[in-house]
């Protein structure tokens, strides 16, 4: 690595999703003396969680059969689905998805839903009535009636081969025996599991300092993050299905108006905006090897030489920025994670 030619980063910290391309408010750098989070131990995992995992591990391994037209779509099946929610004639914000493979099992969220595909075939269109739950993730939804348009565009029937089988086993790599592989899937998601905790961790550490953070956001500087993601998601699918602009503006008032959207992003630009001052005022920049981990896993997620990699970026401004981002928001995260202390509460 010693020989690769890092392209120039520069010297102050840009936010790490590269969300926002303006000017923010100057802010003083909270302090991180006191930092303290407490944090509940994972729960168990149960047999049906496991049994899920290996299934998901091993769908590799499965053979697929695409259904004729004339067929009759049954559980288990995989299904090619365009989906759009309504509740009293407006747009469900987050609901809209185009080109998206799911498969067919019962969905808590939306009950009801998925139980209609049964029975019908790979090219039915169909409109599903149902009530959205207590804990429907848009809150002003909760026990709404709602209509799914649903468009089928495929589906295929997957059938997993003897999960005991020593050719399956072999191949699936976990181990020698079922129970062996069992428990060799098991590890990976307890790993899985302690790691997804401690992003947890700092994600409270993170959200300790924004509080601490003197600043008034800007509403402004919150609608353009919304509009950025909306158009790079739903925006982008409601084009692609031919949604006028009137339904287009609708999707996006409901993104905008939601306000678990914009206290997420508002807690977001907070975060970007205490690490940069904290940056600044300690003195904290990312090290060579930050920059050449990042460089790294660019070009494993690529498959081309790392040198490679790292002249594109040095010929491309905009992706340069983008590792620019990731490496002062890791180094800025892991100054003040060392920073904090951490405790487990008893279970």
Known sequence: MSSIEIPQLSASYAQDDASVWMSLPQVEAPSLEGLSVTINPPEAFTPEQVQARFLELARPLATERYRYPSEKLAWGDEVLLDIVGYSHGKLIPFSLSTGEWIRLEPEPLLPGLYESLVGRTPRDSLNVELTLPGDYPVESLRGKLARFSLQIKGAREVTYPELNNPAFLRAFGYGGTLAEATRAVLRQ???????????????????????????????????????????????????????????????????????????????????????GAICKRDRVTPSRERVEKILLDEARASGLPVQEVAAALGAEPQNLARIDQVAWHLTAVDHVMSRARVQVAAA
């Open 189 to 275: 998601m307890e790993a899985e599991a302690t790691q997804l905790l401690l992003c947890q961790v700092q994600r409270q550490v993170l959200a300790t300092v924004a509080a601490r953070t003197r600043v008034t956001v800007p509403a402004e500087l919150i609608d353009e993050e919304i509009r950025r993601r909306w158009s790079a998601s739903e925006g982008r699918a409601m084009s692609e299905l031919g949604f006028d602009d009137a339904r287009r503006d609708e999707s996006l008032r409901a993104w905008l108006g939601d306000t678990a959207t914009r206290a997420e992003v508002e807690l977001r630009l907070r975060i970007a905006l205490a690490l």
